[in-house]
Protein backbone atom coordinates (compact mmCIF):
# COMPACT_ATOMS: atom_id res chain seq x y z
CA UNK A 1 0.00 0.00 0.00
CA UNK A 2 1.85 3.71 -1.01
CA UNK A 3 0.70 6.48 0.79
CA UNK A 4 0.54 9.75 -0.77
CA UNK A 5 3.79 12.27 0.17
CA UNK A 6 1.27 14.66 1.27
CA UNK A 7 -1.04 12.68 3.55
CA UNK A 8 2.20 11.09 4.88
CA UNK A 9 3.24 14.87 5.57
CA UNK A 10 -0.30 15.44 7.50
CA UNK A 11 -0.01 12.29 9.39
CA UNK A 12 4.09 12.95 11.17
CA UNK A 13 2.08 16.77 11.86
CA UNK A 14 -0.20 14.92 13.78
CA UNK A 15 1.63 12.46 15.40
CA UNK A 16 4.53 15.31 16.62
CA UNK A 17 1.22 17.79 17.81
CA UNK A 18 0.20 14.67 19.95
CA UNK A 19 3.51 13.88 21.47
CA UNK A 20 4.11 17.41 22.34
CA UNK A 21 1.02 17.24 24.12
CA UNK A 22 1.94 14.58 25.62
CA UNK A 23 4.81 15.96 26.94
CA UNK A 24 3.89 19.32 27.83
CA UNK A 25 1.09 17.66 30.27
CA UNK A 26 3.56 15.32 31.83
CA UNK A 27 5.70 18.64 32.76
CA UNK A 28 2.34 20.37 33.58
CA UNK A 29 1.70 17.67 36.11
CA UNK A 30 5.30 17.38 36.80
CA UNK A 31 5.56 21.09 38.30
CA UNK A 32 2.25 21.24 39.83
CA UNK A 33 2.92 18.09 42.00
CA UNK A 34 6.31 19.55 43.67
CA UNK A 35 5.71 20.91 46.87
CA UNK A 36 5.69 24.57 47.33
CA UNK A 37 5.18 26.78 50.00
CA UNK A 38 1.70 27.88 50.42
CA UNK A 39 0.99 32.15 50.13
CA UNK A 40 -0.18 33.72 52.98
CA UNK A 41 -3.20 36.03 52.30
CA UNK A 42 -1.94 39.55 52.87
CA UNK A 43 1.17 38.55 50.57
CA UNK A 44 -1.43 38.09 47.67
CA UNK A 45 -3.52 40.65 48.75
CA UNK A 46 0.03 43.35 48.43
CA UNK A 47 0.70 41.45 45.14
CA UNK A 48 -3.22 41.86 43.37
CA UNK A 49 -2.64 45.58 44.70
CA UNK A 50 1.15 46.20 42.74
CA UNK A 51 -0.01 44.44 39.86
CA UNK A 52 -4.09 45.64 39.44
CA UNK A 53 -3.74 47.58 35.87
CA UNK A 54 -4.22 51.57 35.40
CA UNK A 55 -5.51 52.75 32.45
CA UNK A 56 -3.05 55.00 30.44
CA UNK A 57 -4.40 58.43 30.29
CA UNK A 58 -3.18 59.47 26.64
CA UNK A 59 -5.15 55.86 25.49
CA UNK A 60 -8.27 56.80 27.05
CA UNK A 61 -8.03 60.24 25.02
CA UNK A 62 -7.18 58.59 22.02
CA UNK A 63 -10.25 56.34 21.96
CA UNK A 64 -12.37 58.08 23.22
CA UNK A 65 -12.87 56.28 26.79
CA UNK A 66 -14.00 58.46 30.19
CA UNK A 67 -15.53 57.29 33.23
CA UNK A 68 -18.86 59.05 32.71
CA UNK A 69 -19.54 56.76 29.78
CA UNK A 70 -18.23 53.52 31.37
CA UNK A 71 -20.42 54.30 34.55
CA UNK A 72 -23.46 54.99 32.24
CA UNK A 73 -22.83 52.28 30.17
CA UNK A 74 -23.25 49.51 33.39
CA UNK A 75 -20.11 47.73 32.60
CA UNK A 76 -19.01 47.64 36.19
CA UNK A 77 -21.96 45.79 37.23
CA UNK A 78 -21.93 43.45 34.12
CA UNK A 79 -18.14 42.97 35.38
CA UNK A 80 -18.65 42.09 38.82
CA UNK A 81 -21.61 39.90 37.53
CA UNK A 82 -19.39 37.64 35.32
CA UNK A 83 -16.91 37.28 37.87
CA UNK A 84 -14.21 39.46 35.70
CA UNK A 85 -11.88 41.57 38.22
CA UNK A 86 -11.26 44.26 35.47
CA UNK A 87 -10.98 47.83 35.73
CA UNK A 88 -14.08 49.34 33.91
CA UNK A 89 -11.58 51.48 32.32
CA UNK A 90 -9.10 49.08 30.95
CA UNK A 91 -11.91 46.70 30.11
CA UNK A 92 -13.63 49.45 28.04
CA UNK A 93 -10.11 49.93 26.39
CA UNK A 94 -9.33 46.48 25.47
CA UNK A 95 -12.63 46.19 23.54
CA UNK A 96 -12.39 49.59 22.03
CA UNK A 97 -9.22 48.60 20.98
CA UNK A 98 -10.41 44.95 19.99
CA UNK A 99 -12.88 46.54 17.66
CA UNK A 100 -10.54 48.16 16.12
CA UNK A 101 -7.81 45.23 15.26
CA UNK A 102 -11.10 43.53 13.78
CA UNK A 103 -12.13 46.04 11.29
CA UNK A 104 -8.35 46.34 10.42
CA UNK A 105 -8.77 42.40 9.56
CA UNK A 106 -11.93 42.67 7.90
CA UNK A 107 -10.47 45.50 5.84
CA UNK A 108 -7.09 43.50 5.12
CA UNK A 109 -9.17 40.40 3.96
CA UNK A 110 -11.75 42.19 1.92
CA UNK A 111 -8.75 43.73 0.45
CA UNK A 112 -6.83 40.34 -0.52
CA UNK A 113 -9.91 38.90 -1.93
CA UNK A 114 -10.71 42.20 -3.90
CA UNK A 115 -6.94 42.20 -5.68
CA UNK A 116 -5.67 38.98 -5.07
CA UNK A 117 -3.36 38.92 -2.64
CA UNK A 118 -2.75 36.78 0.03
CA UNK A 119 -0.33 35.97 3.06
CA UNK A 120 1.53 33.09 3.55
CA UNK A 121 -0.98 29.88 4.23
CA UNK A 122 -3.29 32.22 4.75
CA UNK A 123 -6.40 32.88 2.50
CA UNK A 124 -8.01 36.38 2.37
CA UNK A 125 -11.48 34.86 3.27
CA UNK A 126 -10.06 33.10 6.49
CA UNK A 127 -9.02 36.80 7.67
CA UNK A 128 -11.99 38.30 6.44
CA UNK A 129 -14.07 35.81 8.57
CA UNK A 130 -11.56 36.48 11.40
CA UNK A 131 -12.18 40.29 11.46
CA UNK A 132 -16.15 39.46 11.54
CA UNK A 133 -15.76 37.07 14.14
CA UNK A 134 -14.17 39.56 16.48
CA UNK A 135 -16.14 42.43 15.47
CA UNK A 136 -19.70 40.29 16.39
CA UNK A 137 -17.95 39.58 19.91
CA UNK A 138 -17.09 42.82 20.89
CA UNK A 139 -19.99 44.78 19.42
CA UNK A 140 -22.23 42.32 21.81
CA UNK A 141 -20.26 41.73 24.50
CA UNK A 142 -22.72 43.05 27.20
CA UNK A 143 -25.60 40.11 25.62
CA UNK A 144 -22.06 37.60 26.26
CA UNK A 145 -21.26 39.43 29.80
CA UNK A 146 -25.18 38.70 30.96
CA UNK A 147 -25.12 35.58 29.65
CA UNK A 148 -21.86 34.77 31.50
CA UNK A 149 -23.00 36.46 34.97
CA UNK A 150 -26.65 34.51 34.89
CA UNK A 151 -24.61 31.46 34.91
CA UNK A 152 -22.26 32.27 37.37
CA UNK A 153 -25.17 33.57 39.47
CA UNK A 154 -26.25 30.35 39.46
CA UNK A 155 -23.52 28.59 40.50
CA UNK A 156 -23.39 31.19 43.68
CA UNK A 157 -26.77 30.30 44.50
CA UNK A 158 -26.15 26.83 44.98
CA UNK A 159 -23.25 27.34 46.53
CA UNK A 160 -24.84 30.09 49.19
CA UNK A 161 -27.65 27.71 49.54
CA UNK A 162 -25.24 25.03 50.62
CA UNK A 163 -23.56 27.00 52.98
CA UNK A 164 -26.56 28.35 54.62
CA UNK A 165 -27.77 24.54 54.96
CA UNK A 166 -24.71 24.15 56.49
CA UNK A 167 -24.99 27.15 59.06
CA UNK A 168 -28.04 26.48 60.07
CA UNK A 169 -27.12 22.79 61.11
CA UNK A 170 -24.77 24.51 63.57
CA UNK A 171 -27.95 26.76 65.06
CA UNK A 172 -27.19 26.16 68.75
CA UNK A 173 -23.69 25.24 68.34
CA UNK A 174 -21.30 27.46 70.84
CA UNK A 175 -18.93 27.89 68.30
CA UNK A 176 -17.82 31.09 67.00
CA UNK A 177 -19.60 32.22 63.87
CA UNK A 178 -15.93 32.10 62.31
CA UNK A 179 -15.46 28.67 63.31
CA UNK A 180 -18.91 27.62 61.99
CA UNK A 181 -17.94 29.32 58.39
CA UNK A 182 -14.46 27.68 58.82
CA UNK A 183 -16.36 24.42 59.01
CA UNK A 184 -18.38 25.05 55.55
CA UNK A 185 -16.06 25.73 53.09
CA UNK A 186 -15.77 22.32 52.30
CA UNK A 187 -19.46 22.47 50.53
CA UNK A 188 -18.58 25.76 48.60
CA UNK A 189 -17.01 25.75 45.12
CA UNK A 190 -17.59 28.48 43.23
CA UNK A 191 -17.25 31.24 46.25
CA UNK A 192 -14.33 29.17 47.80
CA UNK A 193 -12.01 31.46 47.44
CA UNK A 194 -13.50 34.34 48.35
CA UNK A 195 -14.74 32.63 51.25
CA UNK A 196 -11.00 31.45 52.20
CA UNK A 197 -10.82 35.44 51.91
CA UNK A 198 -13.57 36.36 54.46
CA UNK A 199 -12.33 34.54 56.53
CA UNK A 200 -8.42 35.73 56.80
CA UNK A 201 -9.65 39.30 56.86
CA UNK A 202 -12.18 38.27 59.87
CA UNK A 203 -10.13 39.57 62.49
CA UNK A 204 -8.73 42.65 61.41
CA UNK A 205 -12.11 44.34 60.64
CA UNK A 206 -15.08 41.58 60.19
CA UNK A 207 -17.59 44.38 59.19
CA UNK A 208 -15.42 45.63 56.13
CA UNK A 209 -14.39 41.97 55.25
CA UNK A 210 -18.41 40.90 54.78
CA UNK A 211 -18.71 44.21 52.86
CA UNK A 212 -15.57 43.37 50.70
CA UNK A 213 -17.33 39.95 50.18
CA UNK A 214 -20.28 41.11 48.72
CA UNK A 215 -18.59 43.57 46.24
CA UNK A 216 -16.59 40.71 45.39
CA UNK A 217 -19.22 38.64 44.25
CA UNK A 218 -21.72 41.41 43.16
CA UNK A 219 -24.99 39.29 43.31
CA UNK A 220 -28.32 40.16 45.07
CA UNK A 221 -28.11 36.52 47.13
CA UNK A 222 -24.52 37.22 48.00
CA UNK A 223 -25.82 40.54 49.45
CA UNK A 224 -28.54 39.10 51.28
CA UNK A 225 -26.29 36.24 52.56
CA UNK A 226 -23.70 38.65 53.83
CA UNK A 227 -26.04 40.83 55.42
CA UNK A 228 -27.55 37.58 57.55
CA UNK A 229 -23.78 36.98 58.30
CA UNK A 230 -23.45 40.29 59.73
CA UNK A 231 -26.29 40.18 61.79
CA UNK A 232 -25.22 37.00 63.55
CA UNK A 233 -21.76 38.15 64.23
CA UNK A 234 -23.47 41.20 65.90
CA UNK A 235 -25.81 38.90 67.82
CA UNK A 236 -26.77 35.32 67.28
CA UNK A 237 -30.29 34.82 68.21
CA UNK A 238 -32.78 32.52 67.23
CA UNK A 239 -34.73 35.14 64.88
CA UNK A 240 -32.09 35.36 62.33
CA UNK A 241 -31.19 31.70 61.94
CA UNK A 242 -35.27 31.77 61.30
CA UNK A 243 -34.59 34.11 58.78
CA UNK A 244 -31.82 32.40 57.50
CA UNK A 245 -34.26 29.62 56.78
CA UNK A 246 -37.20 31.73 55.04
CA UNK A 247 -33.98 32.60 52.69
CA UNK A 248 -33.09 29.02 52.40
CA UNK A 249 -36.32 28.31 50.95
CA UNK A 250 -36.37 31.07 48.89
CA UNK A 251 -32.65 30.07 47.29
CA UNK A 252 -34.91 26.17 46.32
CA UNK A 253 -36.98 28.04 44.51
CA UNK A 254 -34.82 29.98 42.91
CA UNK A 255 -32.97 26.91 41.81
CA UNK A 256 -36.22 25.38 41.13
CA UNK A 257 -36.90 28.04 38.75
CA UNK A 258 -33.57 28.06 37.38
CA UNK A 259 -33.55 24.17 36.93
CA UNK A 260 -36.70 24.70 34.72
CA UNK A 261 -35.79 26.94 32.71
CA UNK A 262 -32.85 24.96 31.72
CA UNK A 263 -35.11 22.25 31.01
CA UNK A 264 -37.37 24.37 28.50
CA UNK A 265 -34.50 25.67 26.54
CA UNK A 266 -32.80 22.09 26.36
CA UNK A 267 -36.27 21.00 24.56
CA UNK A 268 -36.38 23.73 22.36
CA UNK A 269 -32.87 22.83 21.12
CA UNK A 270 -33.63 18.93 21.20
CA UNK A 271 -36.64 20.38 19.09
CA UNK A 272 -34.95 22.20 17.07
CA UNK A 273 -31.92 19.27 16.06
CA UNK A 274 -34.82 16.77 15.60
CA UNK A 275 -36.30 19.24 12.21
CA UNK A 276 -33.51 18.80 10.76
CA UNK A 277 -33.42 15.24 9.65
CA UNK A 278 -36.67 16.18 8.86
CA UNK A 279 -35.92 18.58 6.42
CA UNK A 280 -33.32 17.08 4.85
CA UNK A 281 -35.73 14.14 4.19
CA UNK A 282 -38.01 16.81 2.60
CA UNK A 283 -34.48 18.18 0.19
CA UNK A 284 -34.00 14.38 -0.97
CA UNK A 285 -37.20 12.42 -1.75
CA UNK A 286 -39.75 15.20 -1.60
CA UNK A 287 -38.42 18.68 -3.14
CA UNK A 288 -37.77 16.31 -6.76
CA UNK A 289 -41.72 15.77 -6.98
CA UNK A 290 -42.31 19.23 -6.05
CA UNK A 291 -40.06 20.26 -9.13
CA UNK A 292 -41.63 17.68 -11.30
CA UNK A 293 -45.10 19.12 -10.37
CA UNK A 294 -44.10 22.72 -10.99
CA UNK A 295 -42.51 21.49 -14.20
CA UNK A 296 -45.87 19.70 -15.26
CA UNK A 297 -47.90 22.51 -14.46
CA UNK A 298 -45.75 25.11 -16.10
CA UNK A 299 -46.14 22.58 -19.26
CA UNK A 300 -50.28 22.78 -18.78
CA UNK A 301 -49.93 26.69 -19.16
Known amino acids: MIIDSRLLGWLQLLAHAALFAAMFAALLFLFRSLPRRRKRWPLVALRRLALRPTAPGFLLRALGVSERSVQASGRERLLLESGLRLDPLVYELLRRSGLLLGSALALSGYAGMQKGWRLPSVEPIYVLVAGLIVIVLLAFDRTLLESSGKYRKQ???????????????????????????????????????????????????????IKRFKRRLGTEEAYSFAETV????????????????????????????????????????????????????????????????????????
Open 155 to 209: QIMKDIYALSNQLLYYNGSRMSLHAKLSRCMPFCRTIRNDLQLLLNEWYEDAEQA
Open 230 to 301: NSLRLNEHGSYYALLRDRIQDYKEKLDLAKDSRKETTSYMLFVIAGIPILNTFRIFIYPWVQEGQKLFDALH
